[in-house]
Each structure stands twice: as C-alpha cells, then as structure tokens.
Nanobody, 121 residues
C-alpha cells in the first residue's frame, strides 16, 4: 500500500498550489481520501476529505472557499487545489485513506509521506 503526496513548495501569500496524492496497492475507489496538515510544534489538523465516489466533499473552516478537493478514480489520484494561500497554511500536508470521510486522523488506515508547503514572502 502506498500513498504518495506531491506538489508542495514555496509560494507567496495569495498564491496557489496544487497538491496530488497518488495511490497504489489497494482498491482506491473503495476508500475516502483525506488531507491533513501539520505545522511545527502543532497537532495534525484535518483539512479536507472526499468520499470514495466523490459524492461528498468536506473542508475545515480555515480553508473553506480557498481549497478544492477532487479525485480521479481511473488514475488513482486525488488533488487539492489551494488558492489564496496564507502564511498560516504553512505545514507538511499528508493524504490518507479510510473507508469513509472523517476529520479524525486516528481513523485513517493508510498514510502518505507528506509534502511541504511554505507560504512566505
């Protein structure tokens, strides 16, 4: 089982990034995919989730209206489009898989390795 997060980088405030999560080794379209983030010295924070058939998407209040989650089951990928980025969005971003959407990180079965997002001028 593997989840590979990519697309992070350094961006100025107000800028955009698109993160991708590529999955392999399990039946991708049986699983919801969540994105979490963790800043230094802080707890892991739920960001967004998309159900296995993309019928349900949900977002943390801190990113609602700025981030958009989507998935492409034929390619076993999930994307997180991040717009209007703020310095407080700086963190390592992780994707994770679970049978249904949840905002609790302990619910998730499989995790990717994380990709760094830094928002700074």
């Amino acid at each position: 089982v593997q989840l590979q997060a990519s697309g992070g980088g350094l961006v100025q405030p107000g800028g955009s990034l698109r993160l991708s999560c590529a999955a392999s080794g399990f039946t991708f379209d049986d699983y919801a995919i969540g994105w979490f983030r963790q800043a230094p010295g802080k707890e892991r924070e739920w960001v967004s989730c998309i159900s296995e058939n993309a019928g349900i998407t949900s977002y943390a209040d801190s990113v609602k209206g700025r981030f958009t989650i989507s998935r492409h089951n034929a390619k076993n990928t999930v994307s997180l489009q991040m717009n209007s980025l703020k310095p407080e969005d700086t963190a390592v971003y992780y994707c994770a898989a679970h049978k249904s959407c949840s905002s609790w990180y302990i619910d998730y079965d499989y995790w990717g390795q994380g990709t760094q997002v830094t928002v700074s001028s």
